[in-house]
């Protein structure tokens, strides 16, 4: 079984979408659907259960830790991490266990924008190489349960770029795999924001990251730095 666990807070507007096309794509009895909702006001609890997903209340907000919940409460063999905005690639099942089989205990997928601006093409071009700086928890990310233990999950210091962390010590340990398929990403952070500015948000942050620089102050600059609606 694969265990699709999503983190939200304030994703109304998106996760009855998502949960309705990880259900159409899936073939009966090989997905469970967990949405970790932080105490979303909006009603995307109420949204993701009408949907057919099992909603599970956060104990602690924090992308980091309600992955780690989803985690802990999931049935699957292969946890599948999703971000509430994100459009799953149909074939997401098959291609997931296929790369498992193929000895890959972890993966994510290329991305291209729901926008055809041709700098964000650019972005969504460089998502087929390796390399830290081109992944991101918007590509989605497949872990085998097993070694998602032996990593001990997200590390839930990092309040900002737990996905960039996770990656890293998956690299010193096994095979990451990149599907060369796309998942859609929302492009709204650049519609909101320049795309100059986002990539100089980004680059800040990535600097912040390296030189060790505490997650709470890489969160701060970064929102900071950046319009949200």
């Known amino acids: 079984m694969l265990s699709v666990i999503i983190p939200t807070y304030n994703e109304a507007a998106n996760i009855g979408r998502l949960v309705a096309d990880l259900r159409r794509h899936a073939p009966p009895g090989t997905v469970e659907i967990l949405v970790v ?3 979303s006001p909006d009603g995307t609890a109420e949204v993701a259960r009408a949907a057919g997903a099992t909603v599970l209340p956060a104990p602690k907000p924090g992308r980091a830790a309600q ?3 989803g985690a802990s409460q999931a049935r699957g063999d292969v946890f599948y ?5 994100v459009g799953i690639h149909p074939g997401y099942v098959a291609t997931i266990a296929a790369a498992v ?7 994510c997928y290329r991305f291209r924008f729901d926008s055809p601006h041709p700098l964000l093409r650019i972005n969504s071009y460089g998502t087929r190489f390796k390399g830290i700086m081109s992944r991101g928890g918007d590509q989605t990310l497949f872990v085998t349960r097993a070694l998602f233990e032996q990593l ?13 962390e996770i990656i890293q010590r998956i690299g010193r340990l096994a095979s990451f795999h990149i599907v060369p398929l796309d998942v859609v990403v929302s492009a709204r952070k650049y519609e909101t924001n320049s795309w100059l500015r986002v990539q100089l948000a980004n680059l800040t942050a990535f600097a912040m990251y390296f030189l060790k620089l505490p997650p709470p102050r890489i969160a701060r600059t970064y929102k900071a730095l950046l319009n949200y609606r």
């Open 152 to 164: 001990g999950g997200f590390n839930e210091r990092f309040v900002i770029m737990e996905d960039f």
């Open 37 to 39: 909702d932080a105490g």
């Open 101 to 107: 089989a193929q000895g890959h205990a972890a993966g």
């Open 81 to 85: 991490f999703v971000h509430a905005d």
């Open 67 to 69: 992955l780690n919940y």
